[in-house]
């Protein structure tokens, strides 16, 4: 991907080049201009979000806890998605209630096939 990055900008440049001796036209340049920086951006995205990966190590529960404190809240959205099927919230019983109840808030965990007891809707409260 690094290398993706430096040809999209190596192509920024040429075509930066072709503009200024009158090569190129302005809407063509233009054009091209969006379309790399859409590119750039797209690929710089996943360069990040891989090198986050590669650095990730699930080791201790303190090592998981400091990643999701600094995760990005895409990053959070995805493993909440792989662990959850659903997530029910009910009312709350007085207005402006900043805390969560017990009982206001019920997790339903998604359950593998291979490792579930096979009762399938089985809700864990």
Same mark, same amino acid.
């Given at each position: 991907? *690094?290398?993706?990055?430096?040809?999209? &900008?190596?192509? $920024?440049?040429? &075509? /930066?080049?072709?503009?200024?001796? =009158?090569?190129?036209?302005?809407?063509?340049? @233009?054009?091209?201009?969006?379309?790399?920086? /859409?590119?750039?951006?797209?690929?710089?995205?996943?360069?990040?979000?891989? *090198?986050?990966?590669?650095?990730?190590?699930?080791?201790?529960?303190?090592?998981?806890? =400091? !990643? !999701?404190?600094?995760?990005?809240? &895409?990053?959070? $959205?995805?493993?909440? #998605?792989?662990?959850?099927?659903?997530?029910? @919230?009910?009312?709350?019983?007085?207005?402006?209630?900043?805390?969560? *109840?017990?009982?206001?808030?019920?997790?339903? !965990? #998604?359950?593998?096939?291979?490792?579930?007891?096979?009762?399938?809707?089985? #809700?864990?409260?």
């Amino acid at each position: 991907m *690094e290398t993706a990055v430096e040809d999209l &900008a190596g192509r $920024r440049s040429e &075509a /930066a080049t072709l503009y200024g001796k =009158r090569q190129l036209s302005s809407d063509a340049f @233009v054009s091209a201009d969006r379309e790399i920086t /859409a590119n750039l951006k797209d690929t710089r995205a996943r360069l990040r979000y891989a *090198e986050r990966m590669a650095n990730f190590s699930l080791g201790e529960a303190e090592d998981l806890v =400091r !990643w !999701w404190n600094t995760a990005l809240p &895409a990053s959070k $959205r995805a493993i909440a #998605r792989l662990l959850l099927e659903d997530v029910e @919230v009910f009312l709350t019983s007085a207005c402006d209630v900043r805390t969560v *109840e017990p009982g206001r808030v019920v997790l339903h !965990w #998604r359950k593998l096939p291979g490792l579930s007891d096979g009762r399938r809707g089985r #809700r864990l409260v």
